[in-house]
């Protein structure tokens, strides 16, 4: 399960702009997850913490949204 996500945020205030993804299966799931997010006035950073459900059989629990956050953090801080 391959899903490619593309966040698009202001680098100062965190708000997110946008975000396209890409893959076979759970990218509208991502999407979901992320349009909330954006309806809520979250953040990008506050994404990392956000508490989402998975099921082991079928999923990781390193969830592609998080991951996305964290990979921006270990690279480019914030």
């Known amino acids: 399960m391959t899903v490619s996500l593309k966040l ?3 680098p100062e205030s965190g708000r997110i702009d946008g975000v396209q993804a890409a893959g076979e299966e759970s990218a509208d799931k991502r999407i979901e997850v ?3 997010a954006m309806h809520a006035g979250l953040c990008a950073p506050d994404l990392a913490d956000l508490p989402l459900a998975y099921a082991p059989p079928f999923g990781s ?3 592609s949204v998080k991951m996305l956050v964290l990979h921006r953090r270990a690279h480019h801080g914030r």
């Open 61 to 63: 629990a390193k969830d």
């Open 8 to 10: 698009i945020f202001d």
């Open 34 to 36: 992320l349009a909330t």
